[in-house]
Every structure is written in structure tokens, then in C-alpha cells.
């Protein structure tokens, strides 16, 4: 597993009480300390607070498929928000993090669904990144000559990449790096001719994203360039699995060699995945291709 990770500190929206546990550690890091109620019981729940982890410590057991509603264990006021999850429905539970931000859960035991939600992502990004990033050093200035092995754990005879990895990103015309700022970076072409600049998470997995223009959700964008050399990623022949988008192809750094990485070009779709020679060597975690 690659060491990349982030783990999140998280306080109440309502009375702004920090809601970590570090006598309760979860994938060695302070869990996320709630309340839990369901079916007239009540208990203390703890999530991991390493994003994309998924282990979940509690008093009680908790069925796998049951909607809980969960509380602050101070001010005992409600975390459900009206927003409902895209995977089946069941209310988002809202926290705030603690430095600026904002954490949604789904409240199904079992739902995988979660994602970080920021008013101001280009300004937000990189202090959050600082402030969570665990293990990642000078990052976004390695280049292709300085490699360095990269653990990783085996997935039936394939290599994963986990939620919350690192994607050491690069062009696949020039070789340089699209990290800047703690994002990737992209110029992006609307059909109707509008450029833009685009900044993406370079977390798996994490949606959080800025673009410098209006573009309508579900609009398909026409082309994503390289900021460096302004050549073409778009993928010919290459469509999305989820939504039939076209999709832009980049360079990825795994397993110590450079991996094709696609990006769906519809605004509001979150597909991406590999190319089908290196999805033979590896996997991408919770990735819809597999």
C-alpha cells in the first residue's frame, strides 16, 4: 500500500468541539469518535480518520446495511445533512475539518461513499493537503530520473493503488511534471471554443477540483491540454466505461515505470481508470473497472 495517505482531524458543524479519539486509534491514527442510533439503541461509533480507510469501531453491533443516524457525542445535536448519498440514498452525515472544509460520510453501514467538499478549492487545497498529507514529502518536485521503489500490496496476483495515494502525474509529450501547487494542472478547451485553466486533486480517488471558467455540469469538454507544451490529451478511440465521454490520457509513476491514466471529460463524472496493458499489472482501489 502506498504510504501516500491523508488523515483527517474533524470537528462538530454545530458546536465546533473537535470529534477525534487518540485513546482509540484506528490504521494508527485518532479515530472519528461519534454517536450512533439505530433501531432505539445508542453507541459509540468510531471511524477511521484516514481517508479512503474504511474500518469502523463500535460498542454495539451494527448491521451491514443499516441507515444510522449519528449525533456529536458533546453537543448531542444531529450530523445529517439533506445531501443524499449517489450510491444508495441514504442521508450524507456532515462534519467539519478542522482546517477548513468539509467531510461527508454515508450513513449505510457498509456504503463506501464519502468525499471532501471545499468553498474556495484552489485557495484550501494545498493547506489541506500540508495539514492531512501522511508520509509525503517534497512531492511535487521529483522528476523522472529520481524513481524510487514504491510499496504496494498484491490484489490477485495485481498491484493496488489505495484511496488517497499519490499520483505522481506527468505529461505524456513533454515529460514534465502537471503538479503545481499540490494540484494537477491543466488548460481545458469547452466545445465552444473557452479556455480555461483546470486543477484537479492529485489524491486517488479525491474529486475536489477548480476550474478558472464557467462549464455546465454534465457538459463534455473538447479537449484537455498539457500547460507546458499545449499537446493534446485526448485519447482517440478511448471512451469512458461509465458515461461514454471521450477521455484524456496522462502519464502516471507506478511500480517504478510510467502507467497511461484516463480521465473522463464530462463535467460531474468521476471515472478514470488504466490503460488495458497496465490494468493487467495494476489495480485501482474501489475502481469501477473491476
Not at 81 to 91: F, G, M, N, Q, R
Not at 140 to 163: D, Q, W
Not at 216 to 222: D, V
Amino acid at each position: 500500500m502506498i504510504h501516500s495517505l491523508l488523515a483527517l482531524r474533524v470537528k462538530c458543524p454545530v458546536c465546533s468541539e473537535s470529534l477525534m479519539d487518540p485513546e482509540h486509534p484506528l490504521d494508527n491514527q485518532p479515530s472519528i469518535l461519534l454517536t450512533g442510533r439505530f433501531a432505539g439503541q445508542e453507541c459509540a461509533t468510531r471511524l477511521s480518520s484516514v481517508y479512503g480507510s474504511f474500518q469502523v469501531g463500535a460498542d454495539c453491533c451494527i448491521p451491514e446495511g443499516t441507515v444510522v443516524e449519528f449525533a456529536c457525542p458533546r453537543c448531542h445535536n444531529g450530523l445529517e445533512s439533506a445531501i443524499l448519498c449517489e450510491t444508495c440514498h441514504a442521508p450524507m452525515v456532515r462534519l467539519l475539518l478542522a482546517d477548513g472544509g468539509r467531510l461527508y460520510v454515508c450513513s449505510r453501514r457498509g456504503c463506501r461513499k464519502h468525499f471532501v467538499e471545499f468553498e474556495d478549492m484552489e485557495t484550501a487545497l494545498g493547506k489541506f493537503y500540508d495539514a492531512y498529507a501522511v508520509g509525503v514529502g517534497a512531492y511535487h518536485e521529483l522528476n523522472l530520473e529520481e524513481m524510487a521503489e514504491v510499496e504496494v500490496e498484491r490484489a490477485g496476483g495485481r498491484e493496488v493503488l489505495s484511496n488517497g495515494s499519490y499520483l505522481y502525474t506527468y505529461c505524456p509529450h513533454c515529460q514534465r511534471s502537471l503538479i503545481k501547487d499540490h494540484t494537477m494542472h491543466f488548460v481545458i478547451l469547452r466545445p465552444n471554443g473557452e479556455e480555461g485553466t483546470l486543477a484537479l486533486s492529485p489524491y486517488l480517488n479525491i474529486f475536489t477540483h477548480c476550474c478558472s471558467i464557467e462549464i455546465p455540469e454534465g457538459e463534455e469538454a473538447k479537449d484537455l491540454l498539457c500547460p507546458h507544451c499545449r499537446a493534446s490529451f485526448l485519447e482517440e478511440g478511448k471512451c469512458c466505461d461509465r458515461c461514454g465521454a471521450h477521455t484524456a490520457r496522462t502519464t502516471l509513476l507506478a511500480m517504478r515505470k510510467l502507467i497511461g491514466f484516463h480521465i473522463c471529460l464530462k463535467k460531474g463524472c468521476t471515472w478514470h481508470g488504466l490503460s488495458q496493458e497496465d490494468a493487467r499489472l495494476i489495480q485501482l482501489e474501489d475502481s469501477d473497472e473491476w
